[in-house]
Structure formats: C-alpha cells, structure tokens
C-alpha cells in the first residue's frame, strides 16, 4: 500500500464510500500525490505516448486548422462573431507543450493570424506546466498560464484540447433490478474495491436517448463531468469562436464500463498504488454535443482522426517531410502518419475522433465541411 491509498482509506472512513469522480479527482489532481501534478507521464519511458509526440504534423495541422478558423471569423464579421483584431488561443491540458510549438511554428505562413493572438495554457500540473515553459521559451511574445478555464480572459476564443477530456473525472451506474445504482469506492475486506451505493439515483432512465432506456441488468453508464467544456462553449457562444477536441471515444453514448488505468504502456487496476496510474475514460461525443449545444455553441462531428488528419492535408505533409529526409527519418515519418491515420486497433485513425464547436453563425471549420 503506497501512502496515498492509506490517505484515502482515512477519507472513506470519514466520509464513507467515495464516487468514482472523487476518487478520480484525487488520484489525478491531488497537490501531493497526484498522478499529473507529482509526474511528467509523457512519451517512450513515461506511461502513454500522444498524437503530438508521436509526430510534429498533428500540431502543425492544427494551427493551420486555427488560422484558418480565425481568417472564417474575420471574415463573417459582426459582432456576434468576434471578428477579432485581438484573439485568444487556449490550449486544455498540454502536456509537454509539444502540440502548441508545432502549432505556433506552422502558424508563421500565417503572419497576421499570429499577430492577432495572445497565448493560453490551461493546467493543473505544476510538473508539466515546467515542462510547457521549456519546450515555449521564445516561441510567442504573450504566453501566459492558468490553472482552471474560468481564468481566461474574455473576449474570442480559439481553444484547442488533445486528450484532455478522457482525464476529466467520471461517475459510474449500474442498473439494477430496482433501477440504477451508483458505483462508489468503499473499503472491503481490507481492500479498496467497488460496491454499488444502496440508494436508487431517480431520472437516469429519462435522461438517456429512448434508444438506451430499457438497459438490461448490469449494463454501465459513465457520467463526466464536463465543466470546463461548458465553459469554452459558453464563452464562445457569447464571444464568437470555435473549440477542436480530440480525444478517444464513441460517436454515441455506449453503456459500457470504459474505466481504465495505465501505469507504463500496460493496463493495470484502477484501485491499485492510486496516483501512480494514469486513469482515463472513453469520451461519450453524444453527451459532449448535447452539452454544448444547450450553452448555445454548434457541434460538428465527430469524425475519425484518420479522416480528419487527412482532410487537413497530413499526407502531403509526410510527403513534403520526407523530400529533405535520409532513410530512417523517411522510415520513422511513414510509421507516424500509420499510427495517426491507421484504422487497426492499436493505431489512432479510428479510435481517436476530431469534435469541434464554434459560435452558430461560423461556418463549418475545416476537415468538418463535407
Ligand atoms: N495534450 C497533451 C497531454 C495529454 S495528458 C498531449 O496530447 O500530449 C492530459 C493533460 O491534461 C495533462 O497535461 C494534464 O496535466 C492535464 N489535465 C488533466 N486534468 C486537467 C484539468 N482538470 N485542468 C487542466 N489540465 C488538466
């Protein structure tokens, strides 16, 4: 048992079994023992490997995407829609700051898209939010930090999320025979394990598409909680902008148990040595539409990563990489674009999905047009 587990047995005892969100919360965020604020989890020799770290394209695309927004902005004019002379460009979650400096770097065919903006990072981690000042140094005049969406300033926005919403915590049901139940983190036999909290939680039913009302018995439904993406759709839909999340998930909500810890490249129990795994859910795209059409912001998509990265161009840029290449750079930048464009299960295409939403009078952005 590490001393983290010991911490959170005494706060069980206190408070009695936890919600699966609260012990994520715990787990990932916790000043002192959490997985991403003690941790740089990234690339071969951390836990999981990213779109961005595998190659320098992803970023790249995407700030061509963010020009190409902002010039749609611009263009459309009218308060509504921001049409910014000054613009803010957030990023949720940047890891090792690795998607923005590709982002920024590409954005230079774009001089006055990269004048327009001020630059800001959203994160929790003290750790990589270290790493993102290195790998940023000198890579925009106006960078600054945050620890939570609601400290962006206001005003239009473009904000970009890769692998950010999977590690917003989640809650988990369980329907039984007298409805469904919570699934909460209690203390059994000496051992953190799941049990189901003995109180029916009223209104599931109704509050699913019809298709998933009649669940069979043991069926799971994962809950997020998707503040900060409310957030962003709100502020967009007031200020004019447009938001790309790209994350791993279903097109529709699925009732299945997705929960999955990772601790280096390999899956492991959630419940075993807390903070020191990575705990992530698959992102429900059906719930996360719903949630920021009703701030009144548009969704487009979801569509494949694959599909996406291709529209954006990402195989013309291999090509173009691989012009100036000697052989094993040629080989590595092939074995880049299968890994984010492939459609077999261990690599990217298909899994990972591309969801925007902008402001409802922008048109649609770009790889969401067809
Ligand atoms: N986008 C990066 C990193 C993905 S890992 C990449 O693609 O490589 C998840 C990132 O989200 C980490 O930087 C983590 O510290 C951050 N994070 C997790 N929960 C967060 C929260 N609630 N608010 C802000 N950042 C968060």
Redesign the pocket.
């Known amino acids: 048992m590490n001393a983290f587990e010991r911490r959170i047995r005494t706060i069980i005892e206190a408070e009695g079994p936890l919600p699966l969100s609260r012990y994520m919360t715990l787990c ?2 916790d000043p002192h023992h959490g997985y ?1 604020t003690t941790r740089d989890p ?1 690339g071969v020799s951390g836990d999981f490997t ?4 595998i190659s320098q394209m992803f970023g790249e695309l995407i700030g061509l995407w963010c020009a190409e927004v902002w010039r749609a902005m611009s263009a459309a004019g009218g308060a509504a829609r921001g049409a910014p002379q000054r613009l803010h460009l957030a990023e ?5 700051g ?2 923005m400096k590709d982002l920024l770097r590409a954005a230079k065919i774009v001089p006055d898209f990269l004048s327009a903006i001020d630059v800001h990072l ?4 003290p750790v ?1 939010a270290g790493r993102q000042r290195e790998t940023l140094a000198n890579a925009h005049p106006e960078i600054s930090w945050h ?2 969406v609601e400290e962006l300033p206001e005003g239009p926005l473009i904000v970009v ?4 919403v999977d ?2 915590p989640i809650d988990q049901f369980v329907k039984t025979q007298d409805g469904w139940r919570e699934r909460r983190i209690g203390i059994v036999d000496g051992k953190l394990a799941f049990g189901l909290d003995p109180r029916p939680v009223p209104g599931i039913d109704e509050s699913l598409p019809p298709r998933l009302r009649k669940a069979f018995v043991d069926s799971v439904l994962e809950r997020r909680e998707l503040g ?1 993406v409310r957030e962003i759709a709100t502020r967009i839909a007031k200020a004019g902008g447009a938001a790309l999340i790209v994350d791993y998930g279903h097109r529709r909500t699925t009732l299945a148990h997705t929960l999955q810890a990772v601790r280096a490249h390999e899956f492991a129990d959630p419940l075993e040595l807390p903070g020191e795994a990575d705990l992530t859910s698959l992102v429900d795209f059906e719930a996360l539409a719903d949630s920021v059409k009703q701030q009144g912001a548009r969704p487009w998509g979801p569509i494949s990563q694959g599909v996406f990265l291709r529209r954006l161009g990402i195989e013309p840029r291999a090509e173009r990489l691989k012009r100036d290449a000697d052989a094993k750079t040629r080989a590595d930048i092939d074995a880049a674009l299968h890994r984010l464009v492939g459609e077999a299960p261990r690599q990217m295409g298909e899994l990972f999905k591309a969801f925007a939403f902008t402001h409802p009078e922008l048109p649609a952005p770009p790889g969401f047009d067809s």
């Open positions: 990932l965020s991403y990234l990213t779109a961005p770290e949720l979650g940047p890891g090792r690795t998607l959203v994160e929790t981690s990589l620890t939570r999320a890769n692998e950010f590690a917003l900060p």
